[in-house]
């Protein structure tokens, strides 16, 4: 399993393209500006078949409707909880991040946690957003987090379909469930792993 970080979008935020045997994954895409992407799975012939979402705000979508024009085949998948997101700019911050309404109004599929996809479990991680999901690949023992957990910290739970105490929960669960050397690759920090993160988040009381 291989793994490329690309910073889009204005955060800027991570997206990761996830590869094996040619076939690729991208895990949110948060930015139209998809050159450096596009030219690396070109210069790596590689075929792009999903984007996965972690959650719906517009920095990890904004990137979609460009990202289908470049791919049109890639399938769309996002938590069964969040595809509201992908139309309602309230829900999605588009209109507060960037004064846009933004609207995908394509084809998609949903997950639900416990599913596995392309080998990744899917796992209820709601707190930053209702539906917000992460995706654990045990064999390469990689977390894809989203914006559930940072390296030292966490995501914020003061927007619409957030709360602490959810968010907290999902966090003692990631920390509880998975082993400690998993490495953690989420939407705006450096990469972490499950133990670092659970001694930060023991240690200042939060699980």
């Known amino acids: 399993m291989n793994i490329k970080e690309f910073k889009l979008g204005m955060m800027p935020t991570n997206a990761f393209l996830v590869w094996k045997d040619k076939e690729a994954i991208l895990f949110d895409c948060g930015g139209a500006n998809l050159s450096e992407l596009e030219n690396f799975i070109e210069e790596n012939k590689i075929l792009l078949k999903k984007v996965i979402f972690t959650h719906g705000h ?58 596995t996809i392309d080998e990744f479990l899917v796992i209820d991680t709601p707190g930053h957003t209702q539906g917000g999901k992460c995706f654990f690949h045990k064999e390469s023992g990689i977390l894809i987090a989203g914006d559930t957990m940072f390296k030292g910290s966490y995501g914020r739970y003061d927007l619409p379909t957030s709360d602490g105490k959810s968010l907290f929960a999902s966090l003692k669960k ?34």
């Open 174 to 207: 990631l920390c509880d469930t998975l082993p400690a050397d998993t490495k953690v690759y989420n939407g705006h920090s450096g990469m972490t792993t499950i133990g670092e993160e659970k001694d930060n988040l023991t240690r200042n009381g939060i699980i």
């Open 58 to 115: 517009y920095d990890h979508i904004a990137g979609l409707i460009k990202l289908k024009e470049i791919y049109p085949n890639v399938e769309v998948y996002i938590g069964e909880e969040e595809k509201n997101f992908f139309i309602d700019s309230a829900l999605s911050l588009s209109d507060y991040l960037a004064k846009v309404d933004f609207k995908y109004e394509d084809n998609y599929k949903t997950l639900k946690n416990g599913e």
